[in-house]
């Protein structure tokens, strides 16, 4: 694959996804933790575009919060937690975004292709949106 690299949004989101995951306690970074930092940048075009879309994007964070609370935790009283590792889920995603942007022509990868492969893996969190809700129209 070309080695491609990441824009400084993608990158500030992954490390969000990252810093979940040390906040909660687990040493995996998963494909919902990334999910989860996605939907809580309000100031995305991802948060923007599911506005938009109508799509309830606060029951789609409690149903992502949710399945990350069945993430195991490691506990190491004191210390610092170590090395994180990416699960299957979370290679595939970061893999099927730069797909994206190789497809797409484009020189970096950017929330909006992170955001897609998320769309397009099989993972519990590709599950989740596809399941998506939405509000009614007022």
């Known amino acids: 694959m ?41 100031d995305s075009i991802v948060f923007t575009l599911l506005n938009k879309l109508n799509v309830d994007i606060e029951d ?4 992502v919060r949710i399945a990350l609370g069945q993430i195991p935790t490691i506990s190491i009283e004191g210390r610092p937690m170590g090395q994180f590792y990416l699960t299957q889920d979370m290679d595939k995603v970061i893999g099927g975004a730069k797909d994206e942007a190789i497809n797409m022509g484009d020189e970096f990868v950017s ?3 992170l955001f897609l492969s998320l769309l397009n ?18």
């Open 60 to 63: 789609l964070q409690k149903k």
């Open 111 to 113: 929330l909006e292709h």
């Open 2 to 42: 070309e080695n491609i690299n990441f824009t400084n949004k993608a990158q500030k989101t992954v490390m969000q996804a990252q810093n979940l995951a040390g906040d909660m306690g687990q040493q995996h970074i998963d494909a919902l933790h990334l999910l989860f930092a996605i939907l809580s940048d309000n």
């Open 121 to 138: 893996t099989n993972s519990l969190a590709g599950d989740i949106l596809q399941r998506v809700t939405y509000l009614r129209n007022a």
